[in-house]
């Protein structure tokens, strides 16, 4: 056994439905006062986790899922929490980061052997499945730092919660915020569901499961390697997007500095994710001409209106022979570009997804997850969206019906440390 | 342009909504009284669709999708027709069948390029994508046998609607049957949500989606050559299954004869849908030896409880210290084994799902999308879900929420053949 490992449900009780109370999970480790021992009660080893096939490091200075390179599968997560001493949330975060670093390891719950009295304490549905390259990232919403974990004080000023922004008047509360986000994605949907649901499970009796999304995005498999991924409009979607290699520009853009006012946020990034409603049966009828006008970009080869080429440089300024910008004063391009947002940037990291027919008008109900990160949402997410949700010629098509603003701590240094081990010291006397 | 190419959608109208009405897209074949052609008002060459990598055939004696290996994703459709006009259904088949075919070859609905002033005639999203072994897998279910079409007549025994059976109680409509099937299974999601998202384009003014299902599933990457999935109960499902180089037992059990009522189903296959809920958070609770012993099986290897390994030889007969059956009387191996059930076997193909949180309870939504295939639905799926469905431990922990039962015709011979033709012959003078 060389991982930490979460304490198990209870190996008998009164009811076999005790586990789903709760009280058996926190019994062991708030009982025996291991809370403010570090990491929430559990049994800790230090070595780091082992490489396993296809998987990304789970430890560092950063969470992993922000700058890796995005994998084809997505679960979303929004949880509310119920309890009301941070000591019992703190268990859970311990719990959470312990599970998180073996299944991005490849590895389950627990490597000891279930007792045939016990619930077992890996779901099991990903055993003998390789790491898939999941990633886990989590985020603490707005709404944690209200009055129940004495943590008004640590909330940083860029997590103030989103004004209702231009074109975001339907959004539905039942799919948006919520006090934590689990972010899973993986090459394969039942590794992402595995974590979701095993992470959830741990939960019980601390937080309960707001809403989750389920999501996929396919690089193209033609041309030098990886090609950009394309979204249900049949567009390639992120030509631009801020690269996993370019450590400058996500220092620049994407993680929190020592300028944050609030210390256990340097290293973090902020979450936006919104959930963007396409109506696909109106674009299906739209001509090519003005597809291809709305997003600025030729359709097959993602170049933009005034190239050749899909990583063409963008000329704003050519103009038609009717006098008129080729580049659309209205297109999406222009309206998202840095170069037109005195060089705002974030990194987008969205995936597609279907949910099935929308009720009742039985159309496809499917869209766009749109997540990104960045430094700081008031100047990066909002002030876009601020412009977009004015303008764009793509608003006739879309509809954002989700949304939610998290802060991801930075990564867990070794195992050992747990999500928002920071933002919790002082609160688990 | 080597393949058929379904005609497209109106190049101008006075409305870009005018495709939606169906009325663009059924103007070619129809007014051109082609229906009874052959092959719908499509033009149609002869060869033979090019192998592309990683696909499937799609010409054949059987529709492929039913015999072959379960790929990782699924999207199952359900449509009801709403044309009263047989022949619009037929035009509607056969620009399916065209498509289908192309689909399957990893190419889009067409190759020629969209004209600007045109919506573009395949909706992009798989552009340099692989056809990602597609395969799909068309069905018509009882309720296109009604008066509308005149094929009371061709109607087989065989696909009688099922009686509500034992376990089926709160079985949804919206969420069952349906005029018409696809079941389109890929290994990519992107790709199989391209191909309903188009089918189900191509039927606009003919047929409305009724409901669908994302599923998915993966074989374990160990042991030698793919082994067998696991359900989210975390059990190994469909270790007796048919496998597909059985041809005999697909002959017994799988393939329509000649023996059958109707001609026009020899050579074609009944699919039974059942959407099955898991109570995952209850099963999560219970104990491991109570959850091996509702299946009949060791968790973690698959083999029966008599035995070591996944494949060892079931014994029923075995008796513990006890003096009880070590294979419980009511476990799910016992009452679902041929030898249990005179001999009764059917193909499973079924599908991992979660549809996010149950709404109102908040707990995961998540189960089987169970699919077989069978010569005949009266003696096999329903013969042993009326034993499953009294008996069986693990209903318990299942609740059967959707189902349905189609007839699907046999493969396409070649280009021009298309879904149903010999069903609807002598419908369309």
Chains 1, 2 share one sequence.
Not at 68 to 75: E, F, G, I, K, W
Not at 120 to 130: A, I, R, Y
Not at 160 to 175: F, Q, T
Not at 272 to 299: C, H, N, P, T, Y
Request: net charge neutral; glycine share 12%.
């Amino acid at each position: 056994m060389t991982h930490p490992e979460p304490d198990g449900p209870p190996a008998h009780g009164p009811s076999r439905r005790r586990f789903l109370t709760g009280a058996g999970l926190l019994a062991a480790g708030v009982a025996g006062g291991a809370v403010a021992g570090g990491a929430a009660g559990y049994a800790i080893a230090d070595d780091p986790a082992p490489v396993a096939k296809d998987s990304v490091p789970f430890y560092g200075q950063h969470q992993a899922g922000i700058s890796t390179a995005a994998q084809d599968r997505l679960m979303f997560a929004a949880l509310d929490i119920t309890a009301t001493d941070p000591k019992q949330v703190a268990l859970m975060l311990g719990r959470w980061s312990a599970m998180a670093a073996r299944f991005c390891a490849g590895e389950p719950v627990t490597s000891a052997p279930t007792k045939p009295s016990q619930p077992p304490l890996d779901t099991g549905e990903t055993m003998g499945l390789p790491a898939s390259n999941l990633t886990i990232t989590v985020g603490f919403g707005p709404s944690m730092f209200d009055d129940r974990f004495g943590l008004t004080g640590k909330m940083p000023a860029a997590l103030k919660p989103l004004e209702v922004l231009p074109g975001s008047s339907v959004i539905d509360p039942a799919i948006s915020d919520g006090d934590l986000c689990i972010q899973a994605c993986a090459d394969d949907p039942q590794v992402v569901f595995h974590a979701v649901r095993n992470m959830v499970r741990a939960a019980r009796g601390t937080a309960v499961l707001r809403w989750s999304q389920l999501g996929f995005g396919r690089a193209s498999a033609t041309g030098a390697g990886q090609s950009t991924p394309r979204n249900l409009f049949g567009f390639k979607d992120g030509t631009n997007n801020i690269h996993a290699d370019n450590a400058t520009a996500l220092d620049d853009y994407v993680w929190v500095g020592n300028e944050s006012d609030q210390d256990w946020m340097a290293g973090g990034s902020y979450l936006v994710a919104r959930k963007i409603r396409m109506e696909i049966e109106s674009w299906d009828a739209d001509f090519l001409s003005d597809q291809e006008r709305i997003f600025g970009r030729d359709k097959s080869s993602g170049a933009p209106l005034t190239g050749k080429k899909e990583f063409d440089t963008i000329d704003f300024g050519a103009k038609g022979d009717n006098g008129k910008p080729i580049i659309d004063v209205n297109s999406h391009i222009r309206l998202a570009a840095p170069e037109q947002n005195i060089g705002t940037k974030l990194l987008r990291r969205g995936y597609n997804y279907t949910d099935g027919q929308h009720p009742g008008t039985g159309k496809l109900d499917a869209g766009l997850f749109f997540i990104c990160f960045q430094k700081d949402p008031r100047s990066q997410f909002a002030a876009l969206q601020t412009k977009l949700g004015k303008s764009d010629l793509l608003n006739e098509y879309i509809t954002h019906v989700g949304s939610g603003l998290w802060a991801c701590p930075p990564g867990l240094a070794k195992a050992g440390d747990w999500y928002g081990k920071s933002l919790f010291a002082g609160q688990l006397k």
